[in-house]
């Protein structure tokens, strides 16, 4: 490892290894450190991702994908069942993954563009010079050391300290994180082509519980509960009580615990020196929990906004505030758009849910888009125009 380089890069999940490799191919001297010894390793997340983002930063490739999903069903508390399409479900389906090999592949193609990574690498505060960030301190294989950078990455996750480090207030209300829990759960009838989700606030409060095919016979079960709906019951007992419920036989062989930004995009993604991408930014979708794409395409565009600031010789927080303003205008509307969304369904009650859910019977949903349900939920249920009405 140097003690200078063009970019350095905290994190090596979805959105640092796009980062880093966007700008290594603007032919920028780049460091990649992640402090776990494996890259995607342990996986928090239930691995589904839209099959048209995806192909937007990395070739299709059978070795990380686990299921093709053709579309998804929704269950309210009652059971009553809305199918969607492909089409409809768009970016929240289309494959499942196998995060712990496709993480590495886009690690890969970071390298490969001439990016250094580094695992077993930790960040641990940040180097400042005239209130600009300009490098880091961390842990290399148990040393301390320092690299300078002109401008570094803040693509640590939902857990991240390095925007707090730079004094970007990256604190999350309890009311806008999921905390979840999963089962990798195996020999279990499911429906291996579709993604399923079960509403309701004795299933998951505020949140959903989700099934996502992993093969013909085996899934990611998990679900949310939202931070402020928590009252002593964790969400692995709720996940319990649903595998009792629907897959009493299912072998679990895999337990995931994390949590998911639902906060929407923070107000300040970027200072002198540095900017934040993925969940660090908080740019994960409010309403699917959906962060796999989202971190990807902030990193491209912010590895295309330090190139060229970099190209400048200008890395002040005036020149970078344009990574935010590329964000907003590629993600904002519609991470606004499902915050308000969000808002909404969490404070529905299971009646609410159901009779939503009986409204939609028999609307078919191929031709339509996220927005255009929405619609339809205001078409059949008129009483909900004013609180609806806003989200378009
Ligand atoms: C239970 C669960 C289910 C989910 N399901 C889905 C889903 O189905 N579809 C979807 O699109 N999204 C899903 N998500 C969200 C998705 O996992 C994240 O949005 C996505 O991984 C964000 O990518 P990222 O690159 O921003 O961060 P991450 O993937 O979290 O990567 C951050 C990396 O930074 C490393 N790191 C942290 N601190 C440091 C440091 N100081 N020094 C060096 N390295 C550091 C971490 O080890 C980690 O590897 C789910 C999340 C959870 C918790």
């Not at 928090?44 to 983002?53: M, N, V």
């Not at 580094?118 to 641990?124: F, L, Y």
């Not at 999963?182 to 579709?194: E, H, M, P, W, Y």
């Not at 969940?279 to 491209?300: H, K, L, Q």
């Amino acid at each position: 490892m140097k003690s200078e380089y063009d970019v350095i890069v905290v994190g090596a999940g979805p959105g640092g290894s796009i980062a880093a490799r966007t700008a290594a191919e603007h032919g920028l001297d780049v460091l990649l450190i992640e402090k776990r010894q494996e890259i995607g390793d342990p996986v928090r997340c239930a691995e589904g991702t839209g099959k048209l983002g995806l192909s937007k930063f990395i070739e299709p490739d059978p070795r990380w994908i686990c299921a093709e999903v053709t579309g998804a069903r929704i269950f309210a508390p009652d059971g009553t069942c809305v199918e969607l399409s492909e089409k409809l479900a768009g970016k929240e389906v289309g494959y499942v993954l196998e995060r712990k090999i496709f993480d590495r592949a886009l690690a890969k193609t970071a390298a490969k563009a001439g990016a250094e990574v580094q695992v077993k690498t930790q960040a641990t505060s940040l180097l400042k010079e005239n209130g600009n960030v300009c490098g880091i301190r961390g842990k290399y294989r148990g040393d301390d050391f320092e690299a300078r950078a002109k401008v570094v990455v803040g693509a640590d996750g939902i857990e991240s300290r390095v925007g707090k480090w730079a004094g970007i207030n990256t604190t999350i209300k309890p009311k806008d994180i999921e905390t979840c829990a999963q089962f990798l759960v195996t020999d279990i009838d499911i429906k291996a082509d579709s993604c399923d989700f079960y509403m309701g606030n004795e299933r998951a409060p505020g949140g959903y519980v989700w099934i996502f095919p992993k093969g013909k016979r085996e899934a990611n079960v998990g679900l949310g509960i939202l931070g402020n709906r928590f009252s002593g019951k964790h969400p692995i007992d709720y996940l319990h009580d649903f595998m009792a419920w629907k897959f009493p036989d299912g072998k679990i062989i895999e337990t995931v615990v994390g949590a998911v930004p639902a906060s929407g995009m923070l107000k300040q993604l970027s200072t002198g020196g540095l900017v934040l991408v993925g969940d660090a930014g908080r740019v994960s979708d409010p309403i699917t929990g959906g962060g796999i794409y989202n971190a990807m395409a902030s990193g491209r565009i912010a590895g295309n906004v330090i190139a060229d600031a970099i190209k400048a010789n200008d890395v002040s927080a005036k020149k970078l505030i344009r990574y935010d303003r590329e964000v907003g205008e590629e993600l904002g509307k519609q991470l606004d758009r499902n915050y308000k969304t969000k808002e909404f369904v969490v404070k529905a009650e299971d009646s609410l849910m159901n009779s939503v859910a009986r409204s939609l019977q028999g609307v078919n949903f191929e031709e339509m888009s996220v927005a255009k349900l929405l619609r339809e939920i205001i078409t059949r249920n008129p009483a909900m125009f004013l609180e609806l009405a806003g989200l378009f």
